[in-house]
């Protein structure tokens, strides 16, 4: 998900922020930080919010400190950053959370602050990785990991020329190092594709080679420009690749980046053919590369979707199929997870998500009561619960949880509309149509276009 403007952020919580910078001004930084870590909560994209709170952090801790001017010590040590560390692989975003909150205590650590840029790169947001490894990078310039890091994160973030000073310094430090000097190349095309209008070749009217003279350049361009290929080109890179994989099968990088090239050309088979060599190459797939062959598997089963016939007299019939077949997977891919990490309730949460979306109400209910637990999750997982219990015609239990989350919401979001919809509709099941309007007409007053609430509001008027 991108990075947002304050432009973008729902009303509600730019008021919430307003209100933090004001606290902020008046130095109550405690009260600015508990308001900024509750906006990130909802909106972890909001990139000012996060500089502020981060400001706001530091003011708290004093100006005396300095960065890294103390030896790290127990803070580091802290399980936080473990507990981080096991987020990020399934849920980038919780990791953010976990390394804000240790932060709020030692904005000095740079442990947390290397968890906030690890998590803020898988969650594709890449000026809050630069925010924080340009800190780091300053203080440790020599550290090959960071400064990868970094380029890696200009690079995202369209800053190909910052990329490529990173990279000259590595280059100058580790010059035989083939992947950094491949990485100078790359960037250095993604530079040349911003400087020389190749924005233009999204026509059609256009080449590569029709702009380049030098056909090295072009193809290191065509290898660097992953992010859209014509189906010819597509199939040349895999062509040349496959070609030189049969010479190297033990190139799981290769093998890797064949991968990717069939994931493009929507060949989902064969890219997971790929992933799944290399899961066996090394005697059993890594946390990361487990979530890439479920999100290919998802991508797949998607594809199958978009590829039905909608005129076909058997294409519901097909669909459901291809619906239970996606549902089925991803419950056993959440079953093992959690089977591997019980105590994970991030990962509880999810195999609710899944169980509750497949229909199996009893399992959902199981795993979302647990993973009320996890304070990331707690409102989502009341509101399934809640309309869990409905499904199963427990009205008072669902009205109960409904109620509870919504003491708990902040804001007026659209997690605060699902929680007043479903109560709103299991108050209607229990034939209590005032307090159903009471709710419904909460929503209509700011949204009337959310799901069928004009015509319920209407209809409940209209009788009277």
């Known amino acids: 998900m991108p990075e947002k403007s304050i432009q973008q952020i729902p009303k509600a919580w730019r008021d919430q922020y307003d209100k933090g910078l004001t606290a902020f001004r008046a130095q109550n930084f405690e009260y600015a930080i508990t308001i900024f870590n509750q906006v990130l909560a909802s909106e972890p994209g909001f990139f000012d919010c996060r500089q502020a709170l981060r400001a706001a952090q530091m003011k708290k801790a004093g100006s005396n400190t300095g960065f890294f001017k103390k030896v790290l010590g127990g803070a580091t040590s802290s399980p936080l950053i473990a507990k981080g560390q096991l987020a990020l692989r399934s849920n980038p975003l919780e990791a953010l959370q976990i390394a804000e909150q240790i932060l709020n205590d030692a904005p000095t650590n740079s442990m947390a602050q290397k968890l906030l840029a690890d998590a803020a790169l898988a969650a594709d947001f890449p000026k809050t990785a630069i925010f924080c490894l340009e800190i780091l990078y300053k203080n440790s310039p020599k550290d090959r990991e960071i400064a ?10 369209n800053l190909p020329a910052k990329a490529e ?9 580790y010059p035989h190092d083939p992947d950094i000097s491949q990485a100078f190349k790359n960037v250095a095309a993604q530079k040349t594709m911003n400087e020389g209008g190749y924005e233009g070749l999204a026509d059609g009217k256009g080449s590569y080679r029709d702009i380049l003279a030098n056909k090295e350049e072009a193809v290191a361009l065509e290898q660097a420009n992953r992010g859209v290929k014509s189906e010819e080109l597509l199939g040349q890179m895999i062509f040349e690749n496959e070609t030189k994989f049969q010479s190297e099968p033990e190139n799981l990088k290769l093998a890797r980046t064949i991968a990717e090239l069939y994931v493009q050309k929507s060949a989902f088979d064969r890219a997971l053919e790929y992933y799944n060599y290399i899961a066996a190459k090394q005697g059993g797939s890594e946390p990361a590369l487990e979530k890439t062959i479920a999100d290919v598997t998802s991508k797949k089963f998607d594809h199958q979707l978009s590829q039905l016939d909608t005129a076909a007299p058997d294409y519901a019939e097909q669909a459901e199929c291809i619906k239970a077949e996606r549902s089925a997977f991803g419950i056993e891919q959440k079953k093992k997870q959690v089977d591997r990490y019980p105590n994970d309730l991030q990962l509880r949460f999810e195999l609710g998500q899944e169980y509750f979306r497949a229909g199996k109400i009893s ?13 990331h999750r707690k409102l989502q997982s009341m509101s399934l619960l809640g309309q869990a219990f409905a499904q199963r015609g427990m009205n008072d239990m669902a009205a109960r949880t409904l109620q509870n989350a919504l003491k708990e919401k902040v804001g007026f979001d659209d997690e605060k509309k699902e ?11 229990m034939g209590q149509a005032d307090q159903a309007m009471d709710h419904l007409k909460q929503i209509y007053e700011v949204d009337i276009g959310y799901k069928d609430v004009a015509a319920k509001v209407d209809a409940y008027y209209a009788s009277k």
């Open 165 to 173: 000073d990173i990279y000259r310094e590595l280059l100058r430090i």
């Open 148 to 157: 990868t890091e970094l380029a890696q994160a200009y690079s995202a973030a």
């Open 363 to 375: 399992e959902a209910i199981q795993e979302l009561q647990r993973a009320q637990a996890n304070p």
């Open 419 to 429: 929680l007043l919809y479903a109560l709103g509709c299991v108050f209607e099941k």
